[in-house]
């Protein structure tokens, strides 16, 4: 089955400390794979994306997310949080049809940054 | 440049009722596609559309239809609607392959009482 698994549906963490968000891919799923940020109220914002290339990748506000392809998996990482990161944050994966694409998405993970 | 945008932000419906969501995407872009978000969910893929035919279909039910315009700007019709249907519905576009990032609207709130 095409599904991409968010592990943490809440992820608490202090002003300045680091933060790890867990995400899981079927095998189905492409490599091409996503973070997106959403505040609230509002559409998504893309933070970083996986295409092919580095297995590190880098994206806005700090965030970054290291491709796992024997462990099926793109955790996002920022070594140090700030208030302002505090948002609803989703992983997906394109699945594939032809020349086509749609995203697949994980359940969400709420990343709540503490003072 | 404007991005994707969505209109109406918010809207009220009743059950039974028919709506029409709208969105224009992000220029140069000729792709769109509309995800359903219920609340405290991840978005889900209802359908996509290219060169004003729907290329790609999620598992959702023929209440809910679309349409693009050769201005590539598109449409989202949801009939008979029921209260699970209240939802954010997000547009996004991108521009041919799935390899390009997708640019997603601020959404449409429905409620449906």
């Known amino acids: ?115 | 440049d404007a991005g994707v945008t969505q209109s109406p932000t918010h809207l009220i419906k009743t059950r039974g009722q028919q709506v029409t969501l709208r969105c224009s995407p992000k220029s140069g872009h000729d792709t769109v596609s509309w995800y359903q978000q219920a609340l405290g969910q991840g978005p889900q893929f209802i359908f996509q559309y290219y060169e004003e035919e729907e290329r790609q279909r999620g598992n959702f039910p023929d209440r809910f239809s679309g349409h693009q315009f050769p201005n590539y700007s598109s449409e989202l019709n949801v009939n008979a609607l029921l209260l699970g249907d209240s939802a954010l519905y997000l547009c996004a576009s991108n521009q041919g392959t799935p390899r390009t990032e997708a640019f997603f609207g601020q959404g449409t709130r429905l409620t449906v009482v």
């Open chain 1, 1 to 115: 089955a095409q599904s991409v698994t968010q592990l943490d549906s809440q992820v608490p963490v202090f002003e300045e400390a680091p933060v790890e968000l867990r995400c899981n891919y079927s095998s189905s799923v492409s490599v091409y794979l996503f973070w997106y940020v959403q505040y609230p109220n509002q559409g998504l914002q893309l933070l970083l994306k996986y295409l092919s290339g580095s297995t590190l990748v880098k994206g806005i506000n700090g965030f970054e997310a290291e491709f796992n392809k024997s462990q099926t998996s793109f955790h996002l990482r920022k070594p140090s949080v700030h208030i302002s990161d505090t948002a609803e944050y989703f992983c997906a994966g394109s699945v594939l049809s032809g020349n086509t694409g749609k995203l697949i998405f994980g359940q969400g993970t709420t990343l709540q940054v503490k003072p």
